[in-house]
């Protein structure tokens, strides 16, 4: 009996930015729509994107849309912040699912109206930048999910779980917990500053081993310009490359390299 296939894929390099908010964040600036976003990626040599707003996803088919099938390709995801405060970054296969998953977010958020005064316009715009609408919603804030929570529903429809910035002082697993509790089952996960990882991996030596990316987080154009970037090897840029490459498998590996 002979084995299907033996032939290694040929893989190859891809940067990516898998962190990016856009103008419904209401912190995020007004430039951070579909156009603005893909030219300055495309710009960067940026391969693939995922778009990942506070608790809401109105943006993301005009992102997707403004792509079109052109690269970067743009992964649909999202950014929840946990009843413990903690924020987790839930990408998802295709936009149907993540909208779905979006719904769940959206009734746990305590319902206030955004003072966009005080914390910033929530602007959702189609993939001319045309504004549509201003979301009412407050969309900052914490769900009442518990991190535990928010991993099960992000895998039970085949997301991707990786914890924002894992190395800042706040609004992280690590230092809101103090650790990554036995069992989370994350992909990867999110370091703001990859200068902190030996020092972080020193404090929490059970993390070897982890897969560690690195991304923007942009809110603003110019914070994609970043000094890290996270590097993709893979046979194709799709989204199940990289959750192989996330895993470690199949040939498949995420790097953080310094930009060149
Ligand atoms: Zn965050
Ligand atoms: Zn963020």
Do not use: W
Not at 17 to 26: F, M, R
Not at 109 to 122: D, I, K, M, T, V
Not at 139 to 150: C, I, K, P, R, Y
């Amino acid at each position: 009996m002979f084995a299907k296939n033996h032939q290694v894929p040929i893989l190859k390099r891809y940067t990516a930015d898998l962190h990016i908010h856009t103008t419904l964040s209401p912190c995020a600036d007004l430039d951070m729509g579909p156009v603005n976003i893909i030219r300055k990626v495309r710009s960067l040599g940026i391969g693939i994107i995922a778009i990942a707003d506070h608790h809401a996803v109105a943006n993301i088919p005009a992102v997707m849309e403004h792509a079109g099938s052109a690269p970067p390709l743009v992964i649909p995801g999202i950014e929840v912040q946990t009843k413990e405060e903690v924020h987790l970054l839930c990408l998802f296969p295709d936009f149907p699912t993540l909208n779905d998953f979006a719904v769940l977010i959206r009734s746990k958020l305590p319902p206030f109206r955004n003072r966009a005064a005080l914390f910033g316009e929530q602007v959702v715009v189609n993939a001319k930048e045309e504004i549509l609408y201003f979301e009412e919603m407050l969309l900052v804030g914490s769900v009442a999910m518990s991190v535990e929570n928010v991993a099960l529903e992000t895998k039970m429809r085949g997301g991707l779980l990786i914890p924002s910035h894992v190395d800042r002082p706040a609004y992280s697993l690590l230092a809101n917990l103090g650790f990554l509790p036995p069992g989370l089952d994350v992909d990867a996960l999110e370091i703001a500053r990859p200068e902190n990882l030996a020092n972080l991996l020193t404090a929490h030596s059970a993390l070897r081993g982890t897969t560690f990316i690195t991304s923007s987080d942009a809110h603003f154009l110019r914070q994609m310009d970043t000094h890290y970037v996270t590097v993709f090897y893979l046979a194709e840029p799709s989204f199940e490359e990289v959750k192989l490459a996330l895993g470690g498998k199949e040939g498949r590996k995420a790097l953080i390299e310094r930009r060149a």
